[in-house]
């Protein structure tokens, strides 16, 4: 039985950059190409509309084997125990995720940042609950180290997935520009 | 010999409460129950928020909360889109009397609150709904009275318990006068209120009545029954119980006042003939899930909120035991709902789960009762029976009738049920989101502030605020330390005006204890006081923070009134006894230290403050033996280890230091001894005479102008000693990394002002104001945050005094 990659994070935290580098690494993505690329995500979001209800059926992950998915946090808590995974865990400073969310919405949620803030920091902590209390393993690539030093955290991610592509070749993919929203 | 079965009868009155069976029993109104109290041990039994029965009587026969039993609110989801009436379905632990039936102990369980479907145990079980006359919204006449399936277990039963039941219909006149004595008066076709007395007296005798048949014609080791009819009056007629409540009519009130006196009185009666039944063998134990206002402290409205009525539930029950075994004429303390399950486990010498929230009340016995711990009942794995099944019609028609109840009662709202989809949608949505704020309050309870938390951000909805919800948000918030969050819900409340003026101010001020912002809390609550001067939440934290700033009287005042208000209110008689003890009049203060535990036993820091003040009266034994109390309560606090070490020094019980050591160790890392105070001359004679003693200290309080440096980052980073002088206005920088005992020398301000003017070459008579101001306001903020750490080990020092000096260099000391 061979492992589902599964990408996750918060939403603008640099899923969709990694699923970019998996794809350019030539792994398998389980995507369905619905959510259509925009200004936000101008290479795309490589997402699978399935996840939407992972929560009432996970029945899609027997299409993931051997793939890489995308499932934002906290979704991974409703995976199916049975299959094999590896999980990419992208992080990103808790301000800069909601203000590109605010971006994004076009929504001045600043009167409910905190509430945002505290929901998420719980969305992790039951994300990284469930894969330590299921010995699921996974590494965190911060977001902001990714675009400074894309060298070093792609040759983690190689060492972590066991990719066959280079680290050169990867890094290509990480542009600095699409790091737009830090202040 | 055949060795004797001690037998257990567990009876359960929902929200009996002391006050009135004090008064009743006073008067020879409750002979039965007086024989119990004066033959037995009683105590109050302290419920937990929110107290609504279904969720405190299964944290009753399970001994968890609960967050962890899943019995949740009144009503829940059916797994098919709908509600129910709540029951044994969700329930995710064992309950007492699967733990009996693994043992192989015969247990009788009549009417638990839930318990339909019944399960197959060992002995019999007749489920809550048995005394039901409902079937969908109709009533069922006396000919025609089925019974739903899944009420009785072992059904070959069910003729012979259905032929007892006594139908509301055959209460007549003469049986209600007793509880209304002038009901002649009233027009029964516009008045329901007497067929609702006869409902209430049908389903009791009902249920009284299937009690006394399993206990005569069946075996039994435990039976265990529950009546919820003085909860049922007392929601109906408390309102009018003597005395009469202001704005009430008094032809109401004339016509009404003695039902709930007769409803004590007629349960007295049905207590008095299970105590016949019984022999000398037996143990008999009756408890009730939470009291009832019965007084001046009766709400003058309901608040229109779901669960509304729950606000006349007061803290405690009552807790009554008599057996073999169990002291005599005895009270005891600090009960819970929690340690039902735990006792009685332990009356049966059957182990209790470590897992269990409750602990076995070992207080009851007159010897000393070993209780052996397994690590949880979950793990057991024989038999304790199984729910048996019912037919998706009966469900249908039962479930219609006891959510119809539980609408009559007041706590759901009027159900949608021939609306539609969309309305019904909505009603189930708003249900589920009910419960999940009862699952929040729930774990509030447990002091998981994280949980509940997690859970109310998500039903919280800002388009159609819930003003309960937004306390806890903040509440919470502020627990877990987010103050961001705090404030940005305070916010949205003061914008909307959705809480009183007075309650907001008084979460301003605690967002603002946490933030070291001692002078806003101060006037944040004072302001809070003035538009709402009764308030006793307010009155508590006004009265601890005159606590901290040494405004003691002041204090006093402030707890004073609450006490006034509520003669129960364990953290009022604390906050007195502080203040006694800050005045070093420790008799004072041990007498209202006393006073707290009694009301509240769970209480670690009264327990505490009690070590304290014994130990500053040389009672050295005693001091030992509360500190050991407060330990076994809070096991995470150094500064009790630390007593224990010096008190057990003092008697040369070199084993116990060691003891003690040893655990202290495991609990600090790296640990600093702090003296501060105003710089005046008291601070400057304590640090002299630690320096004559050999102690180094770092740190210089003659240097003024340190007062005002800016402040670092780690404030103690370059102080290389253990023993360190620091400015008061810096104290609240103290980083968590380090353990303190902080030394608190007093002075009044103007001897100090005029000290420092001294210093500074000025005339000593110069009268200051600036400086004045200044000195207030940095001993206000100091100590106001002092205060509010409770990890911090603080020793108060007014004048150097001989005894008093060696108690400062014992606490100083390595």
């Not at chain 2, 037919?391 to 249908?396: K, N, Q, T």
Request: with cysteine; net charge negative.
């Amino acid at each position: 039985m061979s492992e589902i990659i599964v990408v996750t994070g918060l939403p603008r935290s640099g899923t969709s950059l990694m699923m970019q580098i998996f794809d350019r690494s030539g792994t398998p993505i389980l995507s369905d190409g619905i959510r259509e690329r925009d200004d936000n995500n101008p290479e795309g979001y490589y997402e699978l509309e399935a996840v939407k209800g992972i929560v009432k059926d996970n029945s899609f992950l027997k299409d993931a084997e051997g793939k890489v998915v995308k499932i934002v946090a906290p979704l991974p808590i409703f995976l199916d125990t049975k299959y094999k995974y590896k999980v990419v865990f992208m992080r990103r400073e808790m301000d800069e995720v909601l203000r590109s969310q605010e971006k994004m919405l076009v929504k001045d949620q600043t009167s409910e940042r905190e509430k945002f803030r505290t929901i998420y920091e719980f969305h992790l902590k039951k994300t990284y609950k469930y894969f330590v209390d299921n010995n699921i393993p996974f590494i965190d690539i911060m977001y902001s180290d990714l675009i400074k030093d894309p060298e070093t955290e792609i040759n983690k991610l190689i060492e972590f997935c066991g990719l066959g592509s280079s680290v050169e070749d990867l890094s290509v993919v990480v542009k600095p520009e699409l790091y737009r929203n830090r202040k | 010999m055949e060795k004797k079965k001690n037998k257990v009868l567990l009876i359960g009155w929902d929200a009996a409460d002391w006050k009135i069976m004090d008064k009743l029993m006073a008067n020879g109104l409750m002979p039965a129950m007086k024989s119990l109290v004066d033959n037995g041990v009683r105590g109050k039994l302290a419920t937990l928020d929110p107290p609504l029965s279904p969720m405190l009587w299964t944290s009753m026969s399970t001994g968890v909360r609960p967050y962890r039993h899943g019995v949740i609110g009144f009503v829940e989801h059916d797994g098919k889109g709908g509600v129910r009436s709540v029951s044994s379905h969700y329930r995710k632990v064992k309950a007492f009397w699967n733990m009996l039936t693994m043992e192989g102990y015969k247990s009788n369980v009549i009417a638990w609150w839930p318990s339909n479907p019944v399960e197959s145990i060992n002995g019999c079980m007749v489920s809550n709904l048995f005394q039901q006359e409902k079937k969908g919204r109709e009533t069922m006449e006396r000919e025609n009275w089925e019974i739903p399936e899944g009420t009785i277990y072992p059904e070959s039963l069910k003729e012979q318990l259905m032929e007892l039941r006594v139908h509301p219909h055959d209460i007549t006149g003469n049986l209600v006068m007793p509880f209304v004595p002038q009901a002649v008066a009233l027009d029964k076709k516009k008045d329901k209120r007497l067929t609702v007395i006869s409902k209430f007296i049908a389903h009791a005798t009902t249920v009284h009545a299937a009690c006394t048949e399993l206990m005569e014609t069946q075996e039994w080791d435990l039976t265990a029954v529950y009546h919820d009819a003085i909860d049922h009056f007392s929601h109906g007629f408390m309102k009018f119980h003597p005395p009469m409540m202001p704005n009430r009519d008094k032809e109401e009130y004339e016509l009404f006042k003695d039902v709930v006196i007769g409803a004590y009185v007629f349960h007295d009666m049905m207590l008095d003939r299970l105590l016949k039944m019984i022999d000398d063998d037996t143990t008999v134990i009756i408890v009730s899930d939470h009291g009832f206002h019965s007084d001046h402290l009766r709400p003058a409205h309901i608040p229109k909120v779901p669960s509304g009525p729950a606000i006349e539930h007061a803290p405690y029950g009552i807790f009554v035991a008599k057996g073999p075994g169990i002291k005599k004429g005895e009270r005891i303390h600090g009960a819970s709902v929690l340690d039902v399950t735990p006792t009685l486990l332990t009356l049966f010498d059957l182990p209790v789960g470590r897992d269990m929230d409750g602990k076995p009340l070992v207080n009851i016995f007159d010897h000393p009762k070993s209780v052996r711990y397994i690590d949880s009942w979950e793990k057991v794995d024989k038999p304790g029976g199984e729910l048996v099944s019912v037919s998706e019609e009966s469900l249908e028609a039962t479930n219609e009738a006891a959510l119809q109840q539980l609408v009559d009662l007041g706590y759901i709202d009027e159900m949608k049920l021939d609306d539609s989809n969309e309305d019904q949608q909505e009603y189930l949505t708003g249900i589920i989101k009910e419960n999940q704020f009862y699952l929040a309050k729930s774990y509030i309870s447990g002091g998981k502030h994280e949980d509940a938390l997690e859970i109310l951000l998500e039903i919280e909805d800002k388009t159609n605020p819930d003003f309960r919800f937004l306390i806890d948000i903040i509440n919470s918030s502020i627990k877990t330390k987010r103050y961001g969050l705090a404030k940005e819900y305070l916010h949205f409340v003061r914008k909307n005006d959705i809480m009183s003026k007075a309650y907001m101010d008084t979460l301003e001020a605690k967002i603002a204890l946490g933030l070291n912002d001692g002078e806003t809390a101060l006037r944040m609550l004072q302001s809070a006081l003035k538009s709402n001067p009764d308030a006793i939440e307010i009155l508590i934290e006004l009265g601890r923070l005159f606590n901290s700033i040494r405004e003691l009287k002041k204090a006093r005042e402030c707890f004073s009134k609450v006490i006034e208000k509520d003669p129960d209110n364990a953290h009022a008689y604390h906050g007195v006894g502080v203040s006694y003890l800050r005045e070093e009049s420790y008799e004072n203060a041990l007498d209202y230290f006393l006073n707290a535990v009694e009301r509240m036993h769970h209480y670690p820091l009264a327990h505490f403050h009690i070590g304290e003040t014994l130990a500053l009266m040389n009672e050295h034994e005693a001091a030992i033996s509360s500190f050991e109390v407060a330990l076994t309560m809070n096991p995470d606090l150094p500064k009790i280890y630390r007593w224990l070490i010096d008190l057990h020094e003092l008697i040369n019980n070199t084993k116990a230091v060691e003891f003690y050591r040893d655990k202290l160790k495991t609990k600090i890392i790296d640990e600093k001894v702090i003296i501060t105070g105003l710089p005046g001359p008291k601070l400057t004679s304590v640090i002299e005479l630690l320096r004559s003693r050999g102690f180094i200290v770092e740190g210089d309080p003659d240097k003024i102008n340190e007062i005002d440096s800016p402040l670092n980052n780690d404030i103690l980073a370059g102080f290389k000693q253990r023993i360190c002088y620091l400015p008061e206005n810096l104290i609240q920088n103290l980083l968590s990394k380090y353990d303190y005992r902080i030394v608190i020398v007093n002075d009044d301000v103007e001897t100090v002002s005029d000290y420092l003017n001294s210093k500074t070459k000025l005339r000593k008579s110069s009268y200051n104001p600036d400086l004045i101001d200044g000195l207030v306001k940095m001993d206000i903020t100091a100590r106001i945050w002092l205060g509010q750490q409770p990890n911090l080990d603080i020793f108060y020092i007014n004048e150097l005094e001989d005894d008093k000096n060696e108690l400062l260099i014992s606490f100083v000391k390595d």
